[in-house]
């Protein structure tokens, strides 16, 4: 299990299109791809489910991955944190 640990980096927090890019992410890869915030735990190849986490700016989750592609997999979706999601400079 690869486990890291990501904030919103991004001023207008996981909104619709950060959540398609984290679940398109995921389901590039073959692992279970969960997150955690507070006590909610989701699956994050699924789209709404990455949206009800109601991540605003500055928010801590906790990415969890296990299976043959954990690591690339956990690797990907960090790079989209770092990215700010592509939204800002």
Do not use: W
Not at 57 to 70: A, C, F, H, S
């Amino acid at each position: 299990m690869t486990e890291k640990i990501l904030t919103v980096c991004n001023r207008s927090g996981i909104h619709a299109r950060p959540a398609a890019l984290i679940a398109q992410t995921a389901n590039k890869f073959s692992s279970e791809v969960t997150m955690i915030k507070d006590d909610a735990e989701i699956n994050a190849k699924s789209i709404m489910g990455v949206i009800t986490m109601a991540a605003g700016y500055n928010t801590q989750i906790t990415l969890r991955t296990e299976g043959p592609d954990e690591v690339d997999c956990a690797n990907a979706i960090v790079q989209l944190f770092e990215n700010k999601f592509e939204e800002e400079e």
